[in-house]
């Protein structure tokens, strides 16, 4: 199964942006359905994004609509999260994950491979 390691992950003030990548090793990234979660302190790990093999197909979190973006690059096997208008809410650790399972999903239990996962700050 492929790796995969995500950057992009820093400080940044309120009503700021931020892009995160995720880097995947493997000769197989294109068939993985591709997944962005969060997980904020004491809070569980949430759902953020998903795309699909061929890129096509997106899904959000339903809060997160029309200020994040996911997108990807098989050619470059990597995953991209674009994040606008931010906010101290989306303060987290951001994990890429790959599921084998071909439906999009926002379970993290379909997602069989993850990232360590990068630290996003937000400041009032």
């Known amino acids: 199964q492929v790796q995969l390691v995500e950057s992009g992950g820093r400080l940044v003030q309120a009503g700021g942006s931020l892009g995160l990548s995720c880097a995947a090793s493997?000769?197989?990234?294109?068939?993985?359905?591709m997944g962005w979660f969060r997980q904020a302190p004491g809070k569980e790990r949430e759902f953020v994004a998903a795309?699909?093999?061929?890129?096509?197909?997106?899904i959000y979190r339903d809060s997160l609509k029309g200020r994040f973006t996911v997108s990807r690059d098989n050619a470059k096997n990597a995953v991209y999260l674009q994040m606008n208008s931010l906010n101290p809410e989306d303060t987290g650790v951001y994990c890429c994950a790959g599921s084998l399972k071909g439906a999009m999903s926002l379970s993290p239990s379909d997602y069989n491979t993850w990232g360590q996962g990068t630290q996003v700050t937000v400041s009032s």
């Open positions: 795309i699909n093999q061929n890129g096509y197909t997106t």
């Open positions: 493997g000769r197989t990234f294109g068939s993985y359905v």
